[in-house]
């Protein structure tokens, strides 16, 4: 009864703010909420407006007259956006970090951000790339790659600072890792090269990691487009939630080297898209508050113990790759042949694209809805069988 009414929720949210974005859309409004704090001082800024946000919970943006943008990052700084000519605020709070527009030669070290400027048309403002052509899935990137529009220069804790300097980087935006190697934050800084750290994987619900597209926008200056594609986002699942639960259960996995199954806490973002899809997540009570980590290594004799009797297996291949068929899986671990999915031949996969598309997770939701009510696969975006 508590899964069904948190369904209800959110299908009734979801539906509210499709109506809410249409009337945007069709009147023209600004996409902005006031502040219920009121006007917000900034070194003689005038506040205007704040962006809505529906989902997100991990930043914010509040919008000043003139064209001024601060995005604010849980956890991770704040960030005043200066539109292109325009003077940079005197007696800014030191902790606030600025970025003159225009941002066009930028070095992409988080990968997960690349599918937000794909969708933005954005991949001209990125110069400098922390991933190699090969590492990529997402079809521009490699295009812009290969046709030396983007560059390789080194990976997060091994930057090429001699090309990024040369290039004239004008930001790099960065994955948590770089919290590992806090010396080349350092490094970069001292180039005057800000660094914005990527934290949309820390969102509770899916759609609210979709959503920092929107923040994306400010830094290109696309929030209409931003505001229409996830609108179009939010459309899919509507369809989707109208639909009675299944009460089916899913184990989504992956398999180690060293033969230890990672899965996905309750309260990760995969978790929440089986719940949204009308499924039961199987380790729904998997959850550590020690640390923000999203997954959990565990023994294969524990996986076997909970996922055994599971209804669908979804097999994360994001990590090592896309497995061709079922006999693929079961070379990793002989004991998945007594598991019931496999039985009824109930078992997925995922495309190894699927992480760097954060901007498709609604497709993703619908992909796993489609698995748990017998849908056709050549109708799927990022799951196909095993057989």
């Not at 994001?318 to 061709?324: L, V």
């Amino acid at each position: 009864m508590i899964h069904a009414q948190k369904r209800s929720g959110i299908k009734e949210c979801v539906q509210f703010m499709a109506g809410l974005f249409t009337l945007a859309l069709m009147t023209l409004l600004p996409y902005a909420g006031v502040s219920a704090q009121g006007a917000r001082e900034l070194a003689g800024l005038s506040y205007d407006h704040s962006m809505e946000l529906l989902y997100a919970e991990r930043f914010s943006v509040d919008y000043y007259e003139g064209g001024y943008a601060l995005i604010t990052i849980e956890d991770g700084g704040r960030y005043l956006v200066v539109p292109e000519r325009a003077n940079v605020p005197e007696g800014l709070d030191e902790d606030i970090t600025v970025l003159q527009k225009p941002l066009d030669r930028i070095y992409l070290v988080a990968t997960s951000a690349m599918d937000y400027f794909a969708a933005l048309d954005g991949i001209g403002s990125l110069r400098l790339s922390g991933t190699q052509e090969d590492g990529w899935y997402i079809p521009e990137a490699k295009a812009a790659m290969e046709g030396g529009e983007l560059l390789y220069a080194g990976k997060y804790s091994a930057p090429d600072y001699e090309l990024i300097v040369s290039e004239g980087c004008d930001l790099a935006i960065e994955s948590t890792m770089i919290y590992h190697t806090p010396e080349v934050q350092e490094m970069l800084e001292g180039f005057d090269i800000p660094v914005l750290v990527e934290r949309s994987s820390y969102e509770p619900h899916p759609l609210g990691r979709a959503e920092w597209m929107k923040l994306y926008a400010v830094l290109l200056g696309k929030e209409e487009l931003a505001m229409q594609l996830f609108a179009e986002q939010t459309k899919k699942l509507e369809a989707v939630l109208n639909t009675e639960e299944t009460g089916k259960t899913v184990a989504f996995f992956y398999i180690s080297s060293n033969g230890y199954v990672n899965v996905r806490k309750a309260n990760d973002y995969v978790a929440k898209m089986i719940e949204l899809a009308g499924g039961e997540y199987v380790f729904s009570d998997l959850g550590d508050e020690e640390n923000a980590l999203s997954t959990v290594n565990m023994q294969m004799e524990d996986f076997y113990a909970g996922a055994k009797d599971a209804d669908v297996l979804i097999y994360n291949s994001t990590i090592d790759g896309q497995i061709e068929n079922l006999d693929g899986l079961l070379e990793k671990s002989a004991l998945l042949e007594d598991f019931r999915a496999v039985k009824e031949g109930n078992v997925w996969c995922t495309t190894q694209n699927l992480f760097q598309k954060t901007t498709g997770l609604a497709d993703m939701i619908v992909d796993i809805h489609a698995v748990l009510n017998g849908g056709e696969p050549e109708n799927m975006t990022y799951l196909y069988p095993l057989e």
